[in-house]
């Protein structure tokens, strides 16, 4: 194990970080050193990247290899051309997250635990990202609705989990974050405080001194999902965010998504569960990709879904298999690979 830094950044350091993202195809193709000519269907890239800007961090580019394009760190951010075909079965709202609204930006589909829609704002544009339809900007929790967030809370004591998400909650200013934090510290029923967040992969300098200030003293347990994909994005500075958050006493976890041509293979997963607890962060979830329209590119079928469980299965220790789900509209829980129930089984 190398020596790493437990040293937040500087504050706000990731503001400038964030703003000097790539948010253009044209720049994010010449800074891997690939050109148009190298990709197919320039009119359909087009209509995806008006569906679904790009927004990659250079922190993130800067561990992609030059000029492949089938670098795996690439082509989560890369738009293609067939993303804008209509493909049966995948939709705008596959979750059916629309009827599990309970506030302005505030979701409940399982017991005990609510999420929040914090923020529109991601570090990164993933192009397989199942909110990309979202109606974020009709549909935000904003810090005006603080008021009926308690009072939601305070009238439904069985929440005792609030989950922060997005886009991304690390988009939040700290003093906000913080804010939200100590308010719903006030709720007794609440316990737990979880933040899905891509930001520390995508930018590590966001786990800076103002985060790990108001982390370190919210009398709620804090739980940090972050998202990596590939052991590619685990860095030294990733493995430094790791160590920081984690040493506010936060409990450190990774969600992925399984992704065709990203990490559709054992040996990749496998190392990406061996980086992720060498840094200290243990796999949670591996999610089978939701069928919201665009993503059908990255699709894995179910058989070779199963395939790939098994072989992780037979290589790693049982903490570093994560559970591969899949989540359905309507289902009380996210749904272990092999257990859904009903007639057409898996
Ligand atoms: C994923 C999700 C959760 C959290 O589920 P866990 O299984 O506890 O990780 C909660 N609410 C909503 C709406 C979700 O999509
Ligand atoms: S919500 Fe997560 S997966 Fe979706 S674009 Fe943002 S960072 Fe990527």
Redesign the pocket.
């Known amino acids: 194990m190398t020596d790493i830094v437990v040293e937040p950044w500087p504050s706000g350091e990731w503001r400038s970080l964030l703003a000097d993202s790539v948010v253009s195809f044209d720049e994010l193709l010449s800074e891997v050193g690939l050109c148009v000519q190298d990709l197919a269907g320039q009119t359909e890239i087009l209509a995806a990247t008006d569906q679904f800007p790009v927004r990659v961090p250079r922190t993130f580019i800067s561990r992609m290899r030059r000029g492949d394009v089938n670098d795996p760190l690439l082509r989560q951010v890369l738009p293609t051309a067939d993303e804008v075909s209509q493909i049966e079965g995948f939709t705008d709202d596959p979750?059916g997250?629309s009827a599990?609204r309970v506030l302005p930006g505030a979701?409940?589909?399982?017991q005990g635990?609510?999420?929040m829609v914090a923020t529109a704002a991601c570090a990164v544009h993933c192009r397989y990202c199942f909110r990309r339809h979202f109606p974020f900007a009709r549909d935000l929790w904003g810090p005006q609705q603080l008021d009926r967030l308690m009072t939601f809370l305070q009238t439904h004591s069985d929440i005792s989990e609030v989950?922060l998400s997005g886009g991304d909650p690390l988009a939040l200013p700290d003093h906000q974050l913080a804010k939200m934090a100590s308010m719903l510290a006030e709720v007794g029923s609440v316990a737990r405080l979880r933040l899905h967040t891509r930001l520390p992969v995508a930018i590590p300098q966001r786990v800076d001194r103002d985060l790990v200030a108001w982390m370190s003293r919210v009398p709620l347990k804090v739980i940090v999902v972050l998202h990596a994909n590939h052991p590619n994005e685990l860095d030294g500075d990733v493995e430094r965010a790791a160590s920081v958050l984690r040493s506010t006493g936060a409990l450190i976890l990774n969600q992925s998504v399984l992704l065709a041509g990203v990490n559709d293979n054992a040996p990749t997963l496998a190392e990406l569960s061996h980086r992720l607890v060498d840094i200290g962060v243990l796999p949670y979830?591996l999610h089978l990709l939701d069928h919201v329209q665009g993503a059908a590119g990255f699709d894995v079928g179910d058989d070779r879904a199963r395939e790939l469980l098994t072989q992780l299965r037979e290589m790693l220790p049982g903490y570093m298999v994560p559970e591969m789900v899949r989540?359905s509209a309507g289902a009380a829980?996210?749904t272990p690979f092999g257990e859904e129930a009903g007639p057409s089984g898996w």
């Not at 979701?107 to 399982?110: A, F, G, H, P, R």
């Open positions: 979750l997250e599990a979701l409940q589909k399982y635990r609510m999420l989950i979830y989540e829980f996210k």
